[in-house]
Nanobody
């Protein structure tokens, strides 16, 4: 199995930035991609971004294009989500995931809270 541990969540004012990290361990070779999803209270879980481990091809949800950047250091089995120009609507629990490209959903982290204040 693959284990994922997120870090970097917290409280930030609108317009600010945060960087989330996702450290993967275990049988990481079984996953072709990692990604980020988020869920706000009263809303469904939604896709945020994904990246392929090998080539680094990226995909983003329309709501975060131009503001968020997903990246990875494949040799370290670590993924990142740089979040800039944060909005209150970005407030959610953010989950790291690993699995197949382009929508990894085989393994999940515990989630990290991101709160954006006005």
């Amino acid at each position: 199995q693959v284990r994922l541990v997120e870090s970097g969540g917290g409280l930030v004012q609108a317009g600010g930035s945060l960087r989330l990290s996702c450290a993967a361990s275990g049988r990481t070779f079984s996953s072709s991609a990692m990604g980020w999803f988020r869920q706000a209270p009263g809303k469904e879980r939604e896709f945020v971004a994904t990246i392929s481990w090998g080539v680094g091809v990226t995909l983003y949800a329309d709501s975060v294009k131009g503001r968020f950047t997903i990246s990875r250091i494949a040799a370290n089995n670590t993924g990142y989500l740089q979040m800039n120009s944060l909005k209150p609507d970005d407030t959610a629990i953010y989950y790291c995931a690993a699995g197949g490209w382009p929508r990894p959903n085989s393994y999940w982290g515990q989630g990290t809270q991101v709160t954006v204040s006005s």
